[in-house]
Nanobody, 120 residues
Framework: QVQLVESGGGLVQAGGSLRLSCAAS????????MGWYRQAPGKQRELVAT???????NYAASVKGRFTISRDNAKNTVYLQMNSLKPDDTAVYYC??????????????WGQGTQVTVSS
């Protein structure tokens, strides 16, 4: 089993930046991809970005060019650098890890989430 712990959320003004981290432990040998999802109040959870162990990345159209996902395989940690933040980015951000298919479909292991609030 994989355990995920997110950190780095907080309150920031529009236009600002935040960096989220997610550290994996446990059965990390099973992880081929890691990703970030977010869920805003009253909305469904949505995929933000994913990265494979080989470094291939995928972004939601709404964050492309503003967010950057990266990964330190040696530390089993994934990062999400968020720049030019907008109030619409306000959400709980969740880390997901597992096979590529599981992460893309949201069936990987989940972290507990970290709140990101962007004020206007």
């Amino acid at each position: 089993q994989v355990q995920l712990v997110e950190s780095g959320g907080g309150l920031v003004q529009a236009g600002g930046s935040l960096r989220l981290s997610c550290a994996a432990s446990g059965s990390t040998f099973s992880i081929n991809a890691m990703g970030w999802y977010r869920q805003a109040p009253g909305k469904q959870r949505e995929l933000v970005a994913t990265i494979t162990s080989g470094g291939s990345t995928n972004y939601a159209a709404s964050v492309k060019g503003r967010f950057t996902i990266s990964r330190d395989n040696a530390k089993n940690t994934v990062y999400l650098q968020m720049n030019s933040l907008k109030p619409d980015d306000t959400a709980v951000y969740y880390c997901n890890a597992g096979s590529v298919l599981h992460v893309l479909s949201g069936f990987g292991s989940w972290g507990q989430g970290t709140q990101v609030t962007v004020s206007s």
